[in-house]
């Protein structure tokens, strides 16, 4: 009776536990989110320099959280391309803005 019962907690745990492509969905969506209310809500001037600090944030947080639920090869799209990917768009954002922009979100 008590090894049925241990059999009944670990499946339920497993059967909420995320898969790596609804995590990747689901981390997708909240920086994309994310960066969508921190473009409307940022001053004009301070769009790229906000963007390429909530992109290079998610890229490592995403890259973390894979590091973390080792999730290391995968034969499609994995979580660390969706961590690269938000580390490039941080990175060219930072490069595309202006160093007084930058200077003026840095002042706050």
């Known amino acids: 009776m008590h090894s ?3 059999v009944d907690v670990l499946q ?3 059967q909420f536990r995320l898969t790596p492509q609804a995590l990747m969905d689901f981390m997708t969506f909240f920086v994309v989110f994310a960066a969508a209310v921190s473009i409307f809500i940022a001053p004009t ?6 963007f390429a600090s ?3 944030v998610a890229g490592g947080v995403v890259a973390a959280v ?6 290391r090869q995968q034969r499609s799209l ?3 391309d969706v961590a690269g990917s938000f580390l490039v768009l941080g990175f060219c954002a930072a490069i595309l803005s ?5 200077e003026a ?3 706050l």
């Open 4 to 6: 049925r019962a241990k």
């Open 12 to 14: 339920r745990r497993n």
């Open 45 to 50: 001037g301070l769009v790229l320099p906000v």
């Open 54 to 56: 909530v992109m290079l």
């Open 66 to 71: 894979a590091w973390f639920r080792g999730m």
């Open 78 to 80: 994995s979580v660390w």
């Open 98 to 102: 202006d160093f007084a922009s930058i």
């Open 105 to 107: 979100l840095l002042s």
